[in-house]
């Protein structure tokens, strides 16, 4: 299937790079032993990763996405936190200008 996409890009004037393409093998626990053979593209040998991010998502072989969720959990907790500590010092400006105060 790799020599297709290969020879369709060839064809087509497709530019793959060999060098930064990877694979990833998704497996079932069960299946942990199971033989995957090497693959190649234009004659290159492709390199087999346990996890890669993709469009800033973090993909994993072993079909978790704590880390990814981690991630986006402390993103989200700085992002309020972060909004807080301005709505306070907003709100302190406001207090101190003399302004009224719609919110506490």
Do not use: W
């Not at 093998?25 to 040998?45: A, D, I, M, Q, R």
């Not at 992002?79 to 200008?97: D, M, P, V, W, Y």
Request: hydrophobic share 40%; proline share 2%.
């Amino acid at each position: 299937m790799l020599d297709i996409c290969a020879n369709f890009a060839v064809s087509n004037f497709i530019i793959f790079n060999e060098k930064k393409t990877m694979c990833m093998c998704f497996k079932l626990n069960s299946l942990n032993g199971l033989f995957v053979p090497t693959l190649c593209l234009y004659g290159v040998l492709l390199t087999f990763v346990t996890s890669n991010t993709y469009l800033g998502v973090t993909i994993h072989d072993k079909h978790q996405d704590d880390d990814d969720i981690m991630r986006y959990v402390k993103s989200l907790c700085s992002g309020i936190i972060h909004g807080s500590t301005c709505l306070h010092a907003f709100q302190r400006a406001l207090e101190t200008s003399g302004q009224p105060v719609g919110f506490k």
